[in-house]
């Protein structure tokens, strides 16, 4: 149901999602602007967070992060923002790990093979690595033009190589790259 209403699969909203998520959030802590927008921005993050943790998607829930603590550095014009911004998702992040065992589940079961690069224990994770190393491998075959825009369809195994840049190479060859 949740995917027929959205972008028909988690990976095309969470893309979506993380095209919308980072400049609402700088709108949100940009002090020029005035109160009532500002909080009308981080309004408009809560659908974004929520849908977020809904879809479940590791890569999202590691960019938003990483998004946020690049956002949060730039807008406080500090270095000291990222010790403060990683201080208090740690705490954050303990904090949910000690009330919500679900929470606790999906981040060791979920996060942790990725932070480890662990693709051994995560078949997700083992039939992206294995997808990834097929496109370079027909990428260094087609080096110069590549099999053509579309053709890793037809020529690829999983029909993708699971990153932009590695199908992007494969189909279009090293100048399309």
């Not at 500002?38 to 809904?54: Q, S, T």
């Not at 994770?125 to 825009?149: C, F, M, V």
Request: net charge neutral.
């Amino acid at each position: 149901g949740y995917e027929a209403v959205t972008f028909g699969n988690r990976g095309n909203t969470a893309a979506f999602l993380m095209i919308l998520g980072p400049p609402l959030l700088w709108l949100a802590l940009d002090r020029h602007r005035p109160a009532l927008m500002r909080a009308f921005y981080a309004l408009c993050l809560l659908p974004i967070f929520a849908n977020i943790a809904i879809i479940e998607v590791r890569a999202a829930f590691i960019t938003t992060v990483l998004t946020g603590a690049l956002i949060w550095r730039f807008r406080s014009g500090s270095r000291l923002a990222y010790v403060v911004f990683f201080s208090f998702l740690g705490v954050a992040l303990a904090g949910a790990l000690q009330k919500l065992p679900e929470f606790d589940e999906m981040v060791t079961g979920r996060l942790t093979p990725v932070l480890l690069l662990d693709t051994s224990s995560d078949s997700s994770l083992q039939g992206r690595s294995e997808a990834i190393q097929e496109g370079i491998e027909i990428a260094k075959r087609n080096g110069t033009l590549g099999i053509g825009p579309g053709c890793a369809l037809t020529i690829h195994s999983q029909t993708s190589a699971h990153q932009f840049y590695v199908q992007q190479a494969m189909e279009t060859g090293i100048l399309g790259l």
